[in-house]
């Protein structure tokens, strides 16, 4: 833990000093551990940067003076305090490492995590909590699946930190935002975003990112207003490695921020859970990578439990996520739509053709399954839900 | 001396009768040409001084006023030279008027006398409404199509002189016999698996039903597509007398015949709204809309196309016609066409599959934005066509070739028929009551369907056409049935736009 940062013209220096293109976590931390850091600010100010050891770092990271002429003419722009108010303004807590709200778990993390922007219950943070994370692009019976151990956990007490994406990251959260009302004692959810709080990436998350951070915790390396650079991403998928007690990773390919997210997690040695998939799937490529690797093969949310060092509690809750299906057993061409289903999707032709059976009759069993919630259909294309690719009794 | 011969301009693809007045008076030596005339038939007069004079006829020493009536309509090209000449002519009294009486003249001359064709041959001899028409030797059998007038073809205004004035028979040239060319029908039988697209291409021919069809590069979509044409029963003699004036207008020669069979069009995606709906500024020309009337308007890779221009096509595909205004003039242009449309889910091609594709989120949503959901609305059948398993490629059986299917689609027009439209795409959203009645599981499927949030009040009347197509295809008579109206729902899938549709 590095020594705390009291005072307020230093703290707001540090926040104006996160709104800098090319100024991130390392040099925020450089500055911090150097202190007097309102005095490097007006070093910046008046054009002697490079007198500062931390910021001439960042002139010889990107190639010379011009960076730091770029630095002092942006520094010239913003008023520190008025900067600071404005978060205090939005309700914005604005943590710095060493305070006594700073979550325990990121102070004095590898990579170092000095300034967070939060919104919502802090006390979250604190709470044992697990990552889901996965791709953006994801299956209906991956997102089923990520929503189902999301609530899970919640029911368990167990909160659930995610990334706020597209795909598995905000299928995760929205399930466990229909729990949080009127139960007791669930887990929170937590949602790390690579944007300033008041901004929503992506934007079709907007609702979503409001409601986490009304029931639970927002949380951002990025002051107010600043946009989302293409780094900010793998930056802040550390900082949910580094909160989570375990990585569940649902659905990824061999590349990509999921993976990412477990590798950071083996950096800090909380254990990594995947979702095995079928090999047929490109969203199956990244979780059996990781499980090749060494990773926990995610049978159901028992799994995690023992991950976490909780396991063999006994189940107070029921294990199914939503409305189970209808009284629903389909007939012979619905269990063969299913299990064709169930390797991956299909469209309506593959199915006509696979099964040997006319439109019509695969058109009304289809129907049929949606709505059993065996099914969901995507564009033309048609998906058993996680209710669909259960074994059938 | 003053003399009147008929003639004829083409807007859009209509012909529009003209007046050709020629007055021979006192005054400086000259021909002026008045009646709002366009460079391009300003010019006439110089042809004309050059043809007349190589055609033997001393030109007159006094002024010649040319006026086209009516003078508000803005004249446009060359087609009005062999009227003036022959004007020219009767008035310096090289051709007496009673042997030009009820002759309307159409073409274009040269300054040797040539008579050349000029495009639109089709709609201008209609709309000149004489007993006998002249025109060049090329546009004679085009002409010939049109009810009605005796053609006479010309090759030069000195034979035309002689055979006005009774000194030599009308010449008879050897009309040119350009048999159609004999364009090889793309089969359906090629077409091997692909059961399900091949069923939505016969329910589209049947129903006029539009078809989009989504798919990753090398589906098949292309190939499906260039085989609708082909499931479209003849034209009938009215529409393939719209048709054939729309290609003469457009400056195609027909080639001994009216246009019988649907015309397929694909415009490449890089066409002007103006190529595509039809217009330009000064003179309207129609466009492959136009082109397509009757028949087929394929648009591959939808998405590529501009979208003011994809926007343009909503109006004419709702109402069957074109309407193109400018400030002088406006066309209606007829453009009843089946559109089929093919495109990528998104730029890689992959993102039909859930959890497949890998294009960048800002990326998709451009490739989306281009597309409006008023324009996908138009689509009755949406299908996602899916690369064929290599199995069936190879040793797949051949499926039913095009004959049979349009049997079948013939049988189901002839049922639309007896309800008073063409196709069944074109009933009234408050006809379907009356035709389309459905049995109490086939609405309370579409029922739950609307509350589940799966299907709009717009694509209500749309699914319940193609129901109702499938069942004619079927021969099935009675209300619809559950299976039907579930094969139409599954025939219209919704347009994705952007992944992630459920988080």
Redesign the interface.
């Known amino acids: 833990m590095t020594a705390p940062v009291n005072d307020r013209t230093d703290r707001a220096c540090l926040v104006a000093f996160a709104c800098l293109d090319g100024i991130g976590p390392a040099t925020l931390a450089a500055l911090v551990e150097h202190g007097a850091v309102s005095d490097a600010w007006e070093r910046l100010e008046s054009g002697r940067a490079s007198s500062v050891p931390a910021l001439a770092a960042v002139g010889r990271r990107v190639d010379g003076t011009e960076t730091l002429e770029g630095l002092t003419a942006h520094a010239r722009q913003l008023d520190p305090l008025t900067v600071l108010e404005r978060h205090d303004d939005h309700g914005i807590d604005v943590l710095i490492d060493g305070d006594p709200a700073f979550p325990s778990r990121l102070a004095g993390d590898p990579s170092p995590i000095p300034l967070l922007f939060a919104s919502g219950r802090l006390a979250a943070a604190e709470q044992v909590l697990v990552a889901i994370v996965g791709?953006?692009?994801?299956?209906?019976l991956?997102?089923d699946t990520a929503g189902e151990l999301a609530l899970a956990l919640a029911r368990r007490g167990i909160g659930v930190v995610s990334g706020l994406a597209?795909?598995?990251?905000?299928?995760a959260h929205?399930a466990m935002i229909e729990v949080q009302g009127g139960v007791a004692d669930v887990g929170p959810p937590v949602g790390v975003v690579a944007a300033g709080l008041d901004l929503t990436y992506?934007r079709?998350h907007q609702g979503l990112q409001r409601q986490v951070g009304e029931q639970g915790l927002l949380l951002s390396e990025v002051p107010l207003g600043v946009a989302p650079s293409r780094w900010r991403f793998p930056a802040r998928n550390r900082v949910i490695a580094a909160l989570a007690r375990a990585v569940i990773v649902v659905?990824s390919?061999s590349s990509g921020g999921s993976m990412l997210t477990a590798g950071e997690a083996l950096a800090r040695d909380v254990p990594v859970l995947a979702v095995p998939g079928h090999p047929a799937?490109?969203?199956a490529a990244g979780p059996l990578d990781l499980i090749a690797d060494g990773a926990v093969a995610l049978r159901d949310v028992e799994d995690v439990l023992v991950a976490i060092g909780r396991g063999g509690q006994a189940l107070a809750v029921p294990d199914l996520a939503g409305p189970g299906p209808l009284d629903a057993t389909p007939g012979p061409l619905g269990r063969a739509v299913l299990e064709a289903l169930g390797v991956?999707?299909?469209?309506?032709?593959?199915l006509?053709?696979g099964l040997d059976r006319t439109?019509?009759?695969?058109?009304?069993e289809?129907?049929a399954l949606?709505?059993a919630g065996l099914v969901?259909?995507?564009?033309?294309?048609f998906?058993a839900t996680a209710h669909g690719a259960r074994p059938l009794p | 001396v003053f003399t009147t011969i008929p003639s004829a301009i083409v807007v859009g693809v209509d012909g529009h009768r003209v007046s050709v007045e020629v007055h021979l008076g006192n005054g400086l030596p000259g021909l002026t040409i008045v009646g709002l005339p366009d460079a391009s038939c300003r010019e006439a007069r110089d042809r004309v001084r050059a043809a007349v004079v190589a055609a033997g006829v001393t030109w007159p020493n006094r002024r010649l006023t040319v006026n086209l009536a009516p003078s508000s309509t803005r004249k446009i090209g060359s087609g009005l030279d062999l009227a003036i000449a022959v004007g020219v002519m009767v008035t310096s009294g090289a051709i007496d008027p009673e042997q030009v009486r009820g002759i309307g003249f159409v073409g274009e001359v040269g300054l040797d006398g040539t008579v050349r064709p000029v495009p639109g041959i089709l709609p201008l001899v209609d709309a000149m409404d004489c007993d006998e028409v002249v025109v060049a030797v090329a546009s004679a059998t085009d002409a010939e199509l049109v009810d009605g007038p005796k053609v006479r073809a010309v090759a030069n205004l000195g034979e035309l002189r002689l055979a006005l004035r009774g000194e030599a028979p009308w010449p008879d040239h050897p009309r040119p016999v350009a048999s159609p060319p004999e364009v090889r029908r793309a089969d359906l039988r090629e077409v091997r698996g692909q059961a399900l697209a091949r069923r939505a291409l016969e329910i589209s021919a049947a129903g006029a039903h539009h078809l989009l069809m989504i798919g990753p590069p090398g589906a098949g979509k292309t190939m499906l597509a260039s085989r609708i044409a082909g499931l479209l029963p003849d034209l009938d003699r009215e529409v393939a007398m719209e048709v054939s004036r729309i290609h003469s207008a457009a400056g195609q020669t027909l080639a001994g015949g009216l246009i019988r069979r649907p015309q397929f069009r694909a415009p490449h995606h890089t066409a002007t709204m103006a190529s595509l709906v039809g217009g330009g500024t000064e003179a309207v020309r129609p466009g492959e809309l136009s082109l397509a009337h009757g028949g087929v308007l394929f648009l591959d890779e939808l998405a590529e196309f501009g979208p003011s221009v994809l926007d343009a096509l909503r109006q004419p595909l709702e109402e069957g016609v074109v309407r193109v205004s400018r400030a002088r003039f406006s066309s209606t242009m007829p453009a009843r066409v089946l559109l089929v449309a093919a495109m990528n889910p998104c730029p890689c091609g992959e993102a039909g599959e859930p959890g497949r594709c890998r294009c960048p989120d800002g990326a998709l949503a451009r490739y989306h934005r281009r597309l409006s959901g008023p324009l996908v609305d138009r689509f009755d059948l949406r299908i996602d066509v899916a690369r064929p398993d290599p199995e069936e490629l190879l040793g797949g059986p051949t499926g039913e070739d095009t004959d049979a299917v349009v049997a079948r689609v013939v049988r189901a027009r002839q049922r639309a028929e007896a309800r008073g439209v063409v196709a069944n795409a074109h009933l009234r959203g408050g006809s379907l009551e009356r035709w389309a009645p459905m049995e109490p599981g086939a609405s309370a499927l579409l029922a739950e369907a609307l509350e589940a949030g799966r299907l709009s009040a717009r694509g209500l009347d749309r699914v319940r056409r193609v129901a109702l197509t499938i069942a004619d295809l079927a021969d099935h008579d009675g209300p619809l049935g559950a299976a039907q109206v579930a094969a139409a729902l599954g025939l219209r899938a919704e347009v994705r736009l952007g992944m992630g549709a459920v988080a």
Do not use: K, Y
């Open positions: 791709t953006r692009n994801a299956t209906r991956g997102c597209l795909g598995i990251d905000g299928a929205r992506p079709r659905e390919p799937t490109p969203n991956r999707p299909r469209t309506l032709g593959q006509v053709t439109l019509e009759e695969v058109a009304s289809l129907v949606e709505s969901a259909r995507s564009g033309g294309w998906e």
